[in-house]
């Protein structure tokens, strides 16, 4: 699993990479005010992706993967925004302009049905994998091991303040680095597609897209 893991690591330097190298190009490419409102609001969703991945990669590396989960959903919910938001500029007002402090402009389920409204498969894993992370960001006792440092055997109950090195969190921070990843990399594409950026800078997305697939299958 180390070496997968070193993989996914490699897959997200060169996306942020990427970002570090195109989305400056992508800002000054915008003209009018129409334009640079929905550049301004997909920019600054996605900056916070991108720290939100460099929390996450942190998190992990210490062996904090409950904790990595709870900012995963957020990394979720702000590309859901970046995706739902899309080149609609009434949209884009609306995320400026909102007001309500207990609310957000749109709910989760509502943008997931209508980004996914075409692929039933994918709508269907996006709101487990909302659900799943949701219990563990709650504390609900459903996420079990993956939301709480505890292990429970025949014998004994064992209760942790922080990381437990074994097979389920080695695996659970595997799937939730992957799952960054991969949040990461469609929130990049989405920004991307709004832009004139060539084939070829879109063929590399759809690549690192595919390495982590492999990654995470092997």
């Not at 702000?78 to 609306?94: F, H, M, N, P, Q």
């Not at 950026?197 to 492999?214: F, G, P, V």
């Amino acid at each position: 699993m180390t070496e997968q893991l070193n993989e996914l690591l490699e897959i997200s330097q060169i996306a942020r990479k990427y970002c570090n190298d195109h989305l400056c190009s992508i800002s000054n490419s915008s003209e009018g005010p129409t334009a640079n409102k929905i550049y301004a609001v997909q920019l600054m969703i996605l900056s916070r992706i991108i720290s939100s991945q460099a929390a996450i990669e942190i998190l992990l590396e210490h062996g904090l993967h409950a904790e990595a989960a709870i900012i995963a959903l957020s990394q979720f919910e702000l590309r859901l925004d970046i995706l739902y938001i899309g080149d609609k500029v009434e949209r884009a007002t609306k995320w400026l302009e909102h007001n309500s402090e207990t609310r957000q402009p749109w709910t989760v389920k509502s943008k997931i049905e209508e980004v996914y409204v075409h692929d039933p498969t994918m709508k269907e894993s996006q709101l487990n994998t909302f659900r799943v992370l949701s219990q563990v960001k709650h504390g609900n006792p459903v996420a079990g091991f993956s939301g709480f440092y505890v292990r429970i055997d025949d014998q004994r109950i064992t209760i942790a303040t922080g990381p437990i090195d074994d097979t389920h969190s080695r695996l659970y921070t595997f799937l939730i680095y992957g799952l960054s990843i991969f949040q990461f990399l469609e929130a990049v594409e989405g920004c991307a597609v709004l832009t004139s950026i060539d084939n070829k800078l879109h063929e590399e997305l759809s690549q690192l897209k595919l390495r982590a697939s492999k990654a995470l299958a092997r």
